[in-house]
């Protein structure tokens, strides 16, 4: 038999840990037989609650460590004091081999600057980019969107390196052989947009054999299912992202008001019951947690902080994937002899 897989954990990261993570790590252990987790975390509330949530002690090992980087904790102070936290230990045990990924729900600053630190970049990356997936109206199609605030400001050359980092990672998460890549813009036409959209675009038009573009989209497209890939600069996608899970909360908010309203109200939805739990069920976003470091150079994955341990077992369940597919080296190989001048915009 091959050597598990080893997915090391930050269990003290995220808003219910160590109960909800550990939970989490079932869930994906009794789903993937071949891997093995290094739980790194205060070992007196870890251990406890590992036996109670029933997780075998054959695929675990506990690091024990006191220290934690709390939620609120500036992503400075935690690279200048948080060495014997568990997220950086975590992360340390990518980088040194130990493990093949790393998934933490806690400080998104944080863990984004420790990984940046611990792992460094693959060669070609001049930044990395936090990518996450998310429902589009096409059942079975979800879309991947990068970046998401790892980068307020990115040129050209960043815009094109997310596109074929996002490409490689949907084409392994999702099997679809040469997935579509669009540049969020604020129109469809090639003259819109700051300049360093349409060179990007430009860019990507020549490098046709790394990446299957598609031309601009806006943001109205996001969940259309258009594309496979939307690549933005970090500001732009950030806000995009709130937005959406803002109008989310806010279709949410306004069907419950709408079914209190009227006894004609609640039985209808008695009636709609079985089509709307389908409906909730192909957009629980739960589906869709675990957002990825790429262009690091070791597998880095953020869980909301929030998340249940259903959804944290899903982004285990991303780490894993990433790892078995070894996605740093597949993005090191696309990257190689890119493109990054043209005659058009010299």
Excluded at 233 to 250: C, H, M, P, Q, Y
Aim: hydrophobic residues 45%; charged residues 25%.
């Amino acid at each position: 038999m091959a050597d598990p897989i080893v997915i090391s954990i930050d269990v003290m990261g995220g808003d219910n840990a160590p109960e909800t993570v550990v939970e989490g790590v079932k869930l994906a252990s009794e789903k993937q037989k071949d891997v093995f987790f290094l739980l790194f975390g205060d070992e007196r509330r870890i251990a406890p609650v590992a036996k109670s949530k029933g997780l075998p002690e054959s695929v675990y090992k506990i690091y024990h460590t006191d220290e934690i980087i709390k939620a609120d904790e500036k992503p400075s102070a935690a690279v200048r004091y948080g060495r014997n936290s568990s997220m950086w230990k975590a992360i340390y045990a990518v980088r040194t081999g130990e493990a093949k990924a790393v998934v933490s729900a806690g400080n998104t600053g944080a863990f984004m600057a420790i990984s940046k630190i611990c792992l460094g970049t693959i060669a070609g990356v001049d930044r990395p980019a936090l990518a996450a997936m998310m429902p589009t109206s096409k059942i079975g199609q979800p879309v991947v969107m990068l970046d998401l605030g790892a980068n307020a400001e990115c040129n050209a050359t960043n815009l094109v390196e997310f596109s074929i980092m996002g490409s490689v990672f949907y084409h392994l998460l999702y099997k679809v052989k040469n997935p579509s890549v669009s540049l969020l813009n604020i129109g469809s036409e090639e003259t819109k947009g700051r300049e360093e959209i349409r060179q990007a675009a430009l860019i990507l038009k020549e490098n046709k054999n790394k990446v299957n573009y598609s031309g601009f989209v806006e943001g109205f497209d996001i969940n259309s299912g258009k594309t496979h890939v939307i690549v933005s600069d970090g500001f732009s996608g950030n806000v995009a992202l709130k937005t959406i899970e803002g109008t989310a909360r806010l279709v949410k908010n306004a069907f419950k008001k709408a079914i209190q309203s009227s006894w004609l109200a609640k039985i209808g939805f008695v009636l709609t019951m079985p089509t709307l739990l389908k409906l909730k069920k192909r957009m629980d976003p739960r589906l869709y947690n675990g957002a990825m470091f790429l262009g690091l150079n070791g597998i880095s994955v953020k869980s909301h902080g929030g998340a249940d341990a259903l959804a944290y077992s899903y982004a285990v369940a991303v780490a894993i994937d990433l790892a078995r597919h070894d996605l740093c080296e597949k993005i090191r190989v696309e990257l190689e002899d890119l493109i990054l001048t043209s005659d058009a915009i010299s």
